[in-house]
Antibody, heavy 119, light 107 residues
Framework: QVQLVESGGGVVQPGRSLRLSCAASGFIFSSYAMHWVRQAPGKGLEWVAVISNDGSNKYYADSVKGRFTISRDYSKNTLYLQMNSLRAEDTAVYFC????????????WGQGALVTVSS | DIQMTQSPSSVSASVRDRVTITCRASQGISSWLAWYQQKPGKAPKLLIYAASSLQSGVPSRFSGSGSGTDFTLTISSLQPEDFATYYCQQANSFSWTFGQGTKVEIK
């Protein structure tokens, strides 16, 4: 079945780096744009980044631009989010999501990975 | 950037009530609007895409309408499992924007 599984979350000190992974299965990974969305504790959903199906286009929220990098590995069917210069306000659950071609929304989400930035 | 404004931020309702949530875009987004339901500790669940198309497996009591800048999610007869937070999301541009959410609570 179609599935996304995140990993790589944890506790990290401010200013340090962390890389999240999102393993995709059950669909043709190279056919879909992929997104990262985050949710700070008790807050709403915040879009973070998107990468096109072929990896040629990447866009970021202003809040993470220059610090986060989205990428994908087709040989491993895996999406990544490299997070550098982390701040306390980056503390959140990070979800990966597959963008469906029939409406550009997401019916498929991962379970989420918690990132806590704290000294 | 396109901003999405949802209202109300919360609503208290009873089972079998009709509930309406609105979402306004800061600029026209045609029909590229989706609605999600989220329960605590879970990933969002897609309910409606392209403003009015019901996602497969979603009960027909959920419906969406609107185009341009003004959109509505309606739950025709609220059920116990519908108490949750609902978000709109614009999909007009390559980047997404979510509304701030509407919490549907038990009256």
């Amino acid at each position: 079945q179609v599935q996304l599984v995140e990993s790589g979350g944890g506790v990290v000190q401010p200013g340090r780096s962390l890389r999240l992974s999102c393993a995709a299965s059950g669909f043709i990974f190279s056919s879909y744009a992929m997104h990262w969305v985050r949710q700070a504790p008790g807050k709403g959903l915040e879009w973070v980044a998107v990468i096109s199906n072929d990896g040629s286009n990447k866009y970021y929220a202003d809040s993470v631009k220059g610090r986060f990098t989205i990428s994908r590995d087709y040989s491993k069917n895996t999406l990544y989010l490299q997070m550098n210069s982390l701040r306390a306000e980056d503390t959140a659950v990070y979800f990966c999501a597959r963008e469906d071609t029939y409406g550009y929304a997401a019916a498929t989400w991962g379970q989420g990975a918690l990132v806590t930035v704290s000294s | 950037d396109i901003q999405m404004t949802q209202s109300p931020s919360s609503v208290s309702a009873s089972v079998r009530d009709r509930v309406t949530i609105t979402c306004r875009a800061s600029q026209g987004i045609s029909s590229w609007l989706a609605w999600y339901q989220q329960k605590p500790g879970k990933a969002p669940k897609l309910l409606i895409y392209a403003a009015s198309s019901l996602q497969s497996g979603v009960p027909s009591r959920f419906s969406g309408s609107g185009s341009g800048t003004d959109f509505t999610l309606t739950i025709s007869s609220l059920q116990p499992e519908d108490f949750a937070t609902y978000y709109c999301q614009q999909a007009n541009s390559f980047s997404w924007t979510f509304g701030q959410g509407t919490k549907v609570e038990i009256k």
